[in-house]
């Protein structure tokens, strides 16, 4: 990506399609991808989707009881691996929790947006910051090979903007 990308301030939007389209996504890319989206794996995704915030894995576990099998913590810790190795969440590390990517088919390195209001993230993928970063970390001998950037602050809604 080349500029400034945000996840759109949406007030109304069709929430079930919305996560149709990311589990559709997920799917397109695992095919070509040659990985295997396994229905634990879809589950998982689907629920840090359903509601565009982020979700720790205990949140997820808690609604993955179906009242037949209880599935077990490194079950779903294994599927939310294989979802970040993809590319198809985030962990947004201050918050020990997941986030779905909104373009999951290029590889990027996130800069989030955390309200510490509502707790809405929105995610950034702008390429000077990321250049910045790595030029600085070269500059002193650094050679990063990933990053994650979160500022926190209070989001437009938040601070009746």
């Known amino acids: ?17 919305c996560v149709d389209e990311a589990l559709e996504t ?3 890319l695992c095919d070509e ?5 396994t229905p634990l794996r879809r589950r998982v995704l689907e629920l840090v989707w359903s509601s565009h915030r ?18 077990a913590p490194p079950t779903v810790y294994r599927a939310l691996d294989f979802l970040l190795e993809h590319g198809l969440v985030h962990r947004i590390e201050s918050m020990n929790a997941y986030l779905g990517c909104n373009h999951p088919e290029q590889s990027h390195s996130g800069q989030f947006l955390i309200c510490r209001d509502c707790g809405d993230v929105t ?22 090979r990933s990053q994650t950037v979160e500022l926190v602050g209070y989001c437009a809604n938040c601070r009746g903007s």
Do not use: C, W
């Open 26 to 28: 997920a799917e397109t």
């Open 123 to 144: 995610e950034l993928d702008d390429g000077d910051i990321r250049e910045a970063l790595r030029r600085k970390g070269g500059a002193l001998g650094f050679d990063v």
């Open 33 to 37: 991808r040659g990985a295997r989206l």
């Open 54 to 71: 982020p979700i720790g894995a205990y949140d997820i576990l808690g609604q993955m009881d179906d009242g037949k099998r209880k599935a």
């Open 1 to 17: 990506m080349n500029g400034p990308v945000a996840a759109p301030q949406v007030t109304h939007h069709n929430h079930s399609v």
